[in-house]
């Protein structure tokens, strides 16, 4: 018998951006393994090779239930976003969820020096990137009935509630996204269209490589003495704040 969770997920269109590696990642194989006879997932992100590596791993363990359309975007150019929603297949086009996971961090420097690209990619990336999609994609949720439906489970980080030295721009795009989150969730708080945050502490993944430029090492060394939470804890959490199909 089908659990609750596998039928909040059956028949749905899922978007995930981000999706090439840690939480993204992980979120596209709960969902698949969650729902293995009928989903569609579409997976974004800049690296389309491990994109498409994803979409392989999801048939080889799950089969055919589950169609993948991996597909190649960078979410803070929103000409590339505004495409992408154009050019969706009509099979696609019907998304229900949205999941915002896309972010980084770069550095780890006291103002005043920040390094400037740092600063940029961060913001256009975490907070412009995230905006960008909910606008290109709210349209979709609005058509439908009673002023519209469909899910939006943002990825933020609990660096937006408690902002640690070092990391102040990061922590500034994550406190935005959890603002953003909590006036659009007012916005539409007369529809079914749901908007939520998963807030995560600290998870092993690439995000402290990219942080440190590459540097395994210092990535390594983040999570000395302490256990971090895995993308598959987050996974499941994200599953689990998603709303019923009916
Ligand atoms: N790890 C943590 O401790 C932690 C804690 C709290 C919150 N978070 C948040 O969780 C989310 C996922 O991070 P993660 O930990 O899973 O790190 P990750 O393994 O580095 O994954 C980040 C994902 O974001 C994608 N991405 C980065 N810039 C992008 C862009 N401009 N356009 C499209 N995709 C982009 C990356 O793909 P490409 O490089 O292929 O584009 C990758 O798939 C982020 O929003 C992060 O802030 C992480």
Redesign the pocket.
């Given at each position: 018998m089908a659990t609750a969770m596998a039928k909040r997920l059956e028949g749905k269109t899922i978007l995930i951006?981000?999706?090439?590696?840690?939480?993204?990642?992980s979120t596209a194989m709960e969902f698949a393994r969650t729902s293995p006879k009928s989903l569609k997932l579409i997976l974004?992100?800049?690296?389309h090779d491990?994109l498409k590596a994803i979409a392989e791993d999801i048939k080889k363990e799950v089969g055919e239930g589950v169609k993948v359309l991996p597909v190649k975007?960078?979410?803070?150019k929103s000409n590339e976003v505004k495409e992408f929603v154009e050019n969706l297949p009509s099979d696609f086009k019907d998304i229900d969820v949205l999941v915002n996971?896309?972010?980084?961090?770069k550095g780890k420097d006291r103002a005043p020096d920040i390094k400037e690209d740092d600063l940029d990619i961060m913001f256009s990336?975490?907070v412009i990137?995230l905006i960008n999609m909910t606008q290109a994609i709210l349209p979709i949720f609005k058509k439908r009935a009673d002023g519209g439906k469909g899910d939006i489970i943002n990825?933020?980080?609990?660096?937006g509630r408690d902002p640690y030295p070092e990391g102040s721009v990061y922590c500034a795009t994550?406190a935005a996204v959890s603002s953003f989150t909590d006036a659009m969730r007012r916005e539409l708080i007369d529809t079914r269209i749901r908007v939520m945050e998963v807030?995560?502490?600290?998870?092993?993944?690439?995000?402290?490589?990219?942080r440190f430029y590459g540097d395994k090492a210092k990535a390594d060394a983040v999570y000395k003495g302490c256990e971090?939470l895995t993308?598959d804890d987050?996974a499941e959490a994200a599953a689990t704040v998603m709303h019923k199909k009916t």
């Open positions: 951006t981000g999706a090439s590696s840690g939480i993204g990642r974004t992100a800049r690296r491990a975007l960078d979410v803070s996971n896309a972010g980084l961090v990336t975490n990137g990825i933020g980080s609990i660096a994550k807030a995560p502490g600290q998870v092993e993944t690439e995000f402290s490589i990219v971090p993308p987050i």
